[in-house]
């Protein structure tokens, strides 16, 4: 039962792991969730594409993939994370590469959560509960 990281492919390290691991218990915490074991894993581009095409069969860089592993209340999961392409968005976005990162971090947590983003209508929660869970961070810090 623990929050861990991982880089593969590429050599990254958060400088804040022990707030991360005690936001997102924060934040599973607040939707009534255990932990189980959760790994972010941080990888470069084309190790999130040959992910992204073995077990998702899509062609396309993406900056996470998220595997869930959870079983009734108890949230596990793998979550690939490119850092190559968080930082392309953070540029894109104008905002910081660590409020990026922050934010697709819990991203996937939210999905291992049951929030989805396939439609216009869940995007909007998702990106609702990102923000919600993005101020809870700033609480904590």
Do not use: P
Not at 40 to 63: A, G, R, V
Not at 80 to 86: G, H, K, L, Q, W
């Amino acid at each position: 039962m623990a929050i861990e990281f991982f880089s593969e492919d590429i050599f990254f390290q958060l400088d804040n792991e022990k707030l991360i691991q005690d936001w997102i218990s924060f934040v599973l915490n607040k939707h009534d969730a255990g932990l189980g074991d959760l790994n972010y894993i941080f990888t470069s581009d084309s190790e999130i594409l040959k992910i992204n095409k073995q077990f998702l069969e899509h062609n396309y860089f993406t900056d996470i993939i998220t595997f869930n592993y959870c079983e009734a209340n108890m949230v596990s999961g793998d979550i690939y994370i490119s850092v190559a392409t968080v930082e392309e968005n953070a540029n894109d976005f104008q905002v910081a590469f660590q409020h990026e990162l922050n934010r697709v971090m819990i991203h996937g947590v939210l999905h291992l959560l049951g929030f989805d983003d396939a439609t216009d209508e869940e995007k909007a929660l998702m990106r609702r509960k990102e923000d919600e869970c993005l101020a809870d961070l700033e609480k904590l810090s």
